[in-house]
């Protein structure tokens, strides 16, 4: 068995004629901070998408902590430990952020008692607790019993990153966590989720456009370009690939953080 975490081999994916992912080879290791670069369009979200099961790929094999996961649908691999937010923060805009958070950590708990995600109309205290301990760790206590769809857009992410942390993933996918955010709210965020690596206990895959956001998390960087991955390695190994420089990084890179 491979030490990976989470292996794909060989993904093609294509929308009618048009073919999005090329033979796409990405594998994570447990710890790993893994970032996925590449111009608007490279097919970033689509890897995601084939990754978390939301759609499937029409070639190529998926392997997450031993098991072969291809054919599996979103909401089992969710159970079997991949957890995913989206390029636009996918939450309950009726409901509080207190309100979102129990509906995420109920939802996991009766996941692990191998139960239905159904949802409590009385969370128990357990649950409240639980809830109100991680909006804390995220810095939304100030806005718990707002309206969700009042909350600026550095708070929504926010929320829907806790959401996605309630489910304790083994791995974490984050599809553009800082995208549209002022500087402010981006730096916040980064330093959020340097926070939770420092922790531990989980994996994580992101797309991300800054340079400085890809290069202060990275532990590996994977390339992708019109669908292809031209090049996986360290920060180092990317930040010197002349490929990677010709098409994507430009001549600046070495002034990234
Ligand atoms: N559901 C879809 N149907 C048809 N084409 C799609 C679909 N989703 C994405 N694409 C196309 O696939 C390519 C890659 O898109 P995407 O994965 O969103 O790229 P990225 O996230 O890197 O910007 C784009 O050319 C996009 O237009
Ligand atoms: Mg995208």
Redesign the pocket.
Known sequence: MSNFLLEARGIDKS??R?Q?LKNVDISIAPGEAHVVI?P???????LFKVLSGEVFPNNGSITFAGKDVTADPGWQRVRSGIGRTFQSARIFSELTPFENMVVAVEAHERVVKGKRPLFALRPTKAVRDTAAEILEDFALTKVAKAETKSLSHGDKKRLELAMAVAGRPQLLMLDEPTAGMAPGDRQKCVELIDRLLKKGGFSLLL?EHDMAVVFGLATRISV?NYGQVIASGTPEEIRSNARVREVYLGHDVSSAA
Do not use: D, E, Q, S
């Open positions: 929308y009618g048009i999005v590449g608007n369009g490279a097919g970033k979200t689509t797309t992708l």
